[in-house]
């Protein structure tokens, strides 16, 4: 089935701490998954992303984490800043090539205290 | 990089009226785009996939003939919203691919039905 969320999650972390934002996902034969990062009305914006044949990834400040074993994706942010307050979504696509269609999780409310 | 904008970024319109929402690509050509809804503290639900030159591709239980979605060029998708009511009241996002899988989203219309 489909990841949907129903509800949202918030993780507090204390500004200048590392974040970590989990997500199960739910189709074993999705390729390719995404963060996406969304800040209150406004259209997701892209963190990072990482295709099924890896499981670490690491960007500015970021990193994904991809276990296909438990079906689990994992996002660390480091040195939490206050413009990191926002709600992530991870993302998956079904398989490679073309233009596929995204499925987002349900979202986690990443509140920083200064 | 890659830029989708939306028209108009919000909405207030009477029950039993259209509304007709914009979604264009800046910088590149789209032949596909997809439409989202979002409600409050909810995650993006995909809603249809538009495509230049043919009919849209609706997700289950959209309801084509409300959700009117015309794809009139390679840079242009509109979503309009017939007879509004107020369950219709939402965030509607758009998204388009500029190279395989990696979406760029818009930055969102806030419809509200009175």
């Known amino acids: 089935g489909e990841s949907v969320g129903l509800h949202l999650p918030t993780l507090s972390v204390q500004e200048g701490d590392n974040s970590i934002i989990n997500c199960a996902y739910s189709n074993s034969a999705s390729d390719y998954f995404i963060w996406y990062k969304q800040e209150s009305g406004k259209g997701p914006q892209f963190i990072i992303d990482i295709r099924s044949n890896m499981d670490k990834r690491q960007g500015q400040r970021v990193t994904v984490l991809l276990n296909k074993t438990v079906k689990h994706l994992s996002l660390q942010i480091a040195a939490t800043q206050p413009g990191d307050s926002a709600v992530y979504f991870c993302a998956e696509t079904p398989n490679s090539g073309g233009y596929q269609k995204v499925t987002f999780g349900t979202g986690t409310k990443l509140q920083v205290i200064p | 990089g890659a830029v989708v904008s939306q028209h108009p970024s919000w909405v207030i319109c009477k029950s039993g009226t259209s509304v007709k929402i914009e979604c264009r690509s800046l910088?590149?050509?789209?032949?596909?785009m997809f439409w989202y809804r979002q409600f409050p503290k909810q995650s993006l639900m995909l809603m249809a996939t538009?495509?230049?030159?043919?009919?849209?591709?609706?997700e289950q239980g959209v309801e084509k003939d409300k959700f009117l979605i015309n794809h009139a060029s390679l840079t242009l998708s509109t979503l309009t919203v017939t007879s509004a009511h107020p369950e219709d009241s939402s965030f509607y996002i758009c998204?388009?691919?500029?190279?395989?899988?990696?979406?760029?989203f818009g930055p969102g219309t806030r419809l509200l039905v009175l």
């Open positions: 910088d590149f050509q789209a032949t596909t």
């Open positions: 538009s495509n230049e030159g043919s009919k849209a591709t609706y």
């Open positions: 998204s388009a691919p500029q190279i395989q899988e990696t979406q760029y």
